[in-house]
């Protein structure tokens, strides 16, 4: 079992829908979750970055974290067709190096 | 720069010889990563530097890989007698640091390694 569940698609979703994009975990020692996106033929971006649990927005985008559940997510209000790409979840512990785990990435497509 | 660098973006090369990967880390960034990204998976952790300390080579798949960083800035991936399952995007990743509130990384946008 990987530490790091991500469902990887493809999502299509029609412009202007609400996505919701989620990963699960296994080791209760991550406490720095994040979110990437990433573009064909492109590096990482950084799109989302939370400590604990909790909520955090950010424009259009909303991050949860649920330890107890050991499950993130990733909302996208007024899905735009910009916002096609491949999202990763990445996170990690708080202890030496913090070495990112990355779930495998969903690729999402916004169909205008 | 204000972001990370790398180059090559593309390289090509014969099984059987050896490659260097080069990634110029944002200004100030005391931490720096590599990762390999290969077709259909997520990033896989090869190798962490940090300021002066020993690095974290536990993600490294064999003898054959090796990485340095020079002046505690620019960094090169080495990959000796590389083989097609070599093939992958090695992307690097710089911090300002590891401590707490230190915030994600930022990626370059990798060298698409190629070995045929």
């Known amino acids: 079992q990987k530490e790091v569940e991500q469902d990887p698609g493809p999502l299509s979703v029609p412009e202007g829908a609400i996505v919701s994009l989620n990963c699960t975990y296994s080791?209760?020692?991550?406490?720095?979750f994040m979110w990437y996106r990433q573009y064909s033929r492109k590096g990482p971006e950084l799109l989302m970055y939370?400590?604990?649990?909790g909520n955090k927005e950010d424009g259009r985008f909303t991050a949860q974290v649920d330890k107890s559940s050991k499950y993130i997510s990733l909302f996208i209000r007024d899905s735009q067709p910009s916002d096609s790409a491949t999202y990763l979840c990445a996170m990690s512990g708080i202890q030496g190096a913090q070495k990112l785990v990355f779930g495998q990435g969903t690729r999402l497509t916004i169909n205008p | 720069g204000a972001g990370v660098s790398q180059s090559p973006s593309n390289k090509v090369t014969e099984k059987g010889k050896d490659v260097e990967l080069r990634c110029d880390p944002i200004s100030g960034h005391t931490a720096l990563y590599w990762y390999r990204q290969s077709l259909g998976q997520g990033l896989e952790f090869l190798i962490y530097?940090?300021?002066?300390?020993?690095?974290?080579k536990s993600g490294l798949p064999s003898d054959r890989f090796s990485a340095e960083r020079t002046g505690g800035s620019v960094s090169t991936l080495t990959i000796q007698r590389t083989q097609q399952e070599d093939s992958a995007v090695y992307l690097c990743?710089?911090?300002?640091?590891?401590?707490?509130?230190?915030?994600?990384?930022?990626f370059g946008s990798g060298t698409r390694l190629t070995v045929v």
């Open positions: 080791n209760s020692a991550f406490q720095y």
């Open positions: 939370t400590y604990s649990s």
């Open positions: 530097f940090q300021g002066n300390s020993a690095p974290d």
């Open positions: 990743a710089s911090r300002p640091g590891t401590g707490a509130g230190t915030g994600g990384y930022t």
